[in-house]
């Protein structure tokens, strides 16, 4: 079976920053990856998701997320992060589906 | 469009007893899921289901059963409940086309304390 490793459980960061939320995966075969983003008191909405094709993958709200094969890692990154991205930041590799514990990204003003 | 709905949003049930969170979507996707949240566990498949009439053990399925009687409706039962069994549960469904895994779309929870 896949598991999923999300390196952080909480991130802090300043508005405007840079921001990167690890998340290595462990598998075998071909796998599909994905990030989801929760905000407080609702469900999960996907960011991005890498099936197959070019490693840099551009997701929603500026977020971004590379593959990298040999580093088992699909990290995902923004160049500058605003208030609003405060929320829990879920990565996810499928064939059975499996999620990360969760990063907590926290944006101060 | 409504999506996926849940009910109830959050219940308080004795243990002992047997509950049933509702789910049902309204997009025709094949396949759906049920998940526990858990603070420092990240989500947890408990059940899935590929297409209607068929269901399948996820990884945390003990003290939970499902059926899928059509494509639209998954519901969760827990038989007996019990404290463990307390947390955030997130109905979620996908529309499975052949080529792999696709986006998940997730309800708004059941949030669930067993006392």
């Known amino acids: 079976a896949q598991s999923v490793t999300q390196l952080d459980s909480q991130v802090p960061v300043f508005e405007e920053a840079p921001v990167e939320l690890r998340c290595n995966y462990s598998?075998?075969?071909?796998?599909?990856l994905f990030w989801y983003v929760q905000y407080p008191n609702q469900g999960l909405q996907l960011l991005l998701k890498y099936l197959s094709g070019s490693t840099l993958v551009k997701g929603i709200n500026g977020f971004e997320a590379e593959f990298n094969k040999s580093q088992t890692s699909f990290h995902l990154r923004k160049p500058s992060v605003h208030i609003s991205d405060t929320a829990e930041y879920f990565c996810?590799?499928?064939?059975?589906?499996?999620f990360g514990a969760g990063t907590r990204l926290t944006v101060k003003p | 469009i409504a999506g996926i709905t849940q009910a109830p949003t959050s219940q308080i049930l004795a243990a002992g007893r047997r509950m049933t969170l509702r789910c049902t979507q309204d997009?025709?996707?094949?396949?759906m899921y049920w998940y526990r949240q858990d603070l420092g566990l990240g989500l947890r498949l408990i059940h899935y289901s590929n297409t209607a009439g068929t269901t399948g053990k996820g990884e945390v399925p003990d003290g939970y059963s499902v059926s899928r009687a059509n494509t639209d409706d998954f519901p969760l039962t827990l038989a007996s409940a019990v404290p463990s069994q307390t947390s955030v549960y997130f109905c979620?469904?996908?529309?499975?086309?052949?080529?792999?895994?696709?986006?998940?779309?997730f309800g708004p929870g059941t949030r669930l304390t067993v006392l």
């Open positions: 979620a469904s996908s529309d499975s086309n052949g080529k792999g895994p696709e986006e998940q779309f």
């Open positions: 598998s075998s075969v071909s796998v599909y």
């Open positions: 996810a590799a499928s064939n059975d589906m499996r």
């Open positions: 997009m025709r996707h094949n396949a």
